[in-house]
């Protein structure tokens, strides 16, 4: 049997947050050392509590510790929450009972970076909220972004609009500084954006075969059926996307989107395109303005971005995968 590897999740639960965790620990495949939350859909202090109690409800409370995050941007003014989407508390109409477990004195950005040190080039670093907490530890010691062996974050929109403004994606958005400071730093990333999220949606048909699954995925469904509603509240077609859980799916296989190799740099300088993601294709085959101090830095800092789905189907592994890590709550 292969080894369990070491992943950490950095995560703002939030729905597809939440969803993510399941799915997570459904693959069998990872050894989740941490799950350190950062604020950005809700307050922090409100995705730390969200996260204890997903863990007491994913019943790993007793060997995964969970840590209190960042509770603002870098620079910037606090988060401005997504409860429209999320629901008041972050975790639609739950009101899950937290964990037991003791506070850890120990912050994200810290855990991130005492696991980085001790599992030097095998760590996967896996992020589904703004970067804030990883950029931190960046701050703190530059060498965190060469330790990590794979950094995947659900971020940004390359080609496609994005949903928090025309152009950029929420997460991108929420701290635009702390994802640039992230993705100049040479960290090996992999950008789950919303060009290849948009493509894998969660249907009426897969919230019924979740509810009719039993007990051990009745809380995801309730979960997903609030997000499902809030997506046709905001013009949807009583889809939703699976942000969140994509990224996680993508820190094993790569083959549930196309990816391509690039730069990725993050507009924060201007308010109308605050958090936008320009991709630069390291395959372009044309010089963009060569005397660019942004686009020469930055050429070989490359990592790769999702372009759209892959071959192999996520919403089906998603559905499949939930099945397996039943919940109680
Ligand atoms: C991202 O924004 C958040 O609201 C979701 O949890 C996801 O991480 C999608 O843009
Ligand atoms: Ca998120």
Not at 120 to 134: I, Q, R, S, Y
């Amino acid at each position: 049997m292969t080894p369990r590897a070491p992943i950490v999740l950095d995560s703002d639960p939030g729905i597809d947050d939440a969803v993510a965790l399941q799915y997570l620990l459904g693959t069998g495949l990872w050894d989740l050392k941490a799950y350190t939350s950062v604020g950005g859909n809700l307050p922090a202090e409100q995705t730390y509590l969200n996260a204890r109690a997903l863990a007491r409800a994913m019943r790993i409370d007793t060997d995964v510790p969970v840590h209190r995050g960042a509770g603002r941007p870098l620079t910037r003014l606090p988060y401005r929450v997504a409860a429209d989407f999320h629901g008041p508390a972050g975790l639609g109409d739950e009101k899950l009972p937290d964990s037991t477990a003791a506070h850890p004195a120990e912050s994200s950005a810290q855990t991130l970076l005492r696991l980085s040190r001790e599992y030097e080039g095998e760590l996967t670093v896996c992020a589904t909220g703004p970067l804030t907490n990883v950029a931190i530890a960046l701050l703190e010691d530059p060498g965190f972004a060469r330790r990590v062996k794979k950094f995947v974050f659900m971020g940004g929109a390359a080609r496609v609009p994005g949903n928090i403004t025309p152009v950029a994606e929420f997460n991108m958005w929420a701290d635009p500084d702390a994802a640039e400071l992230v993705l100049s730093s040479g960290i090996p990333f992999t950008m789950v954006d919303l060009d290849a999220s948009h493509r894998w949606l969660f249907r009426p048909a897969d919230l019924a075969a979740l509810e009719a699954a039993g007990p051990g995925t009745a809380l995801a469904a309730r979960l997903l059926r609030v997000y499902m509603e809030a997506y046709r509240g905001s013009g949807g077609d009583g889809t939703c996307p699976l942000h969140d859980p994509l990224a996680v799916g993508v820190c094993a296989d790569e083959s549930f989107v196309t990816l391509a190799e690039g730069a990725v740099i993050v507009e924060s300088a201007a308010e109308l395109t605050r958090g936008q993601t320009v991709f630069v294709p390291s395959a372009a085959g044309r010089i963009y303005y060569p005397e660019s101090p942004a686009l020469t830095a930055r050429a070989r800092l490359t990592g790769r971005v999702a372009l759209g789905a892959g071959p192999r189907d996520f919403t089906k592994d998603f559905v499949t995968t939930l099945q397996l890590w039943p919940t109680v709550g």
